[in-house]
């Protein structure tokens, strides 16, 4: 059988031959999931803080999870849930996102029982995410609110055709998005040069998070 040769590129073959980078790569990896088992302890002060009596107890105790991959749209990923309840019919979940060469992310998602137990809520709150930002989180104060307009909830990239900042969104296209959809994500993403910003990465992502969990009290 006469098979094409599969070739390198210059470059590639550099690569190839160069294990550091890949080393280098598995460092960081790890110092992601170190920063979210940290994040974690501030996350959990700010869900009980916040939620106790307002969500079951299911969800303020569901389990914990942070894992990670190498292919989500080709790139290394790293997610932490928490709370991490997903049901065959019901979400409420905080998703903490790291993806490589793009972004942070913290996401709220919910659907099922949780969507319609806060939907008016969620209409309630446009003017507030409209206007919010944090004032000292230098370099983020332009980083908006986003809304899910996708018809799937299992995209996480900010492209037009997944993610609309709340800030284009009049009132009318906010409360049509929310009430026409049977899920809700609202995101808000995260530069990774804030990781080495003027104010610690643990602290930006617990602020944000702290922003989205609040929108539910």
């Known amino acids: ?13 550099e690569l190839v031959k160069n294990a550091d980078w890949i080393l280098t790569k598995n460092r960081i990896i790890q110092k992601v999931k170190d920063l979210f088992g940290g994040l974690l ?9 916040s939620l106790e009596g307002v969500v079951p107890e299911e ?9 990670g991959g190498e292919q989500y749209r080709g790139l290394p990923w790293v997610v ?7 049901s065959k019919t019901d979400i409420l979940a ?25 939907e008016k809520k969620m209409i309630q709150r446009y003017q507030q995410l409209k206007a919010a930002s944090d004032p000292d989180a230098v370099g983020l104060t332009a980083s908006d609110y986003y809304i899910c307009v996708n018809a799937t909830e299992w995209e996480h990239h900010f492209e037009e055709d997944n993610y609309k900042p709340v800030s284009a969104c009049s009132p ?12 809700l994500k ?3 993403r995260i530069p990774l040069d804030a ?3 003027p104010y610690n990465i643990t602290e930006v992502l617990a602020w944000h998070y702290f922003s989205l969990v609040k929108l539910l009290e």
Do not use: C
């Open 80 to 86: 932490m849930d928490h709370p991490r309840y997903f």
């Open 41 to 49: 302890y501030l996350q959990e002060e700010i869900l009980y803080e």
């Open 195 to 197: 990781w080495e910003g």
């Open 172 to 183: 009318e296209e906010w409360e049509a998005i929310i009430s026409g959809q049977p899920f």
């Open 59 to 67: 969800v303020l105790a569901s389990s914990r999870k942070i894992s």
């Open 186 to 188: 609202l995101s808000k």
């Open 94 to 118: 905080m998703r903490t996102l790291f993806w490589w060469g793009r972004s942070f992310s913290v996401t709220l998602h919910i659907s099922g029982v949780y969507k319609m137990r806060f």
């Open 1 to 13: 059988m006469n098979q094409a040769k599969i070739r390198l590129s210059s470059s590639e073959m």
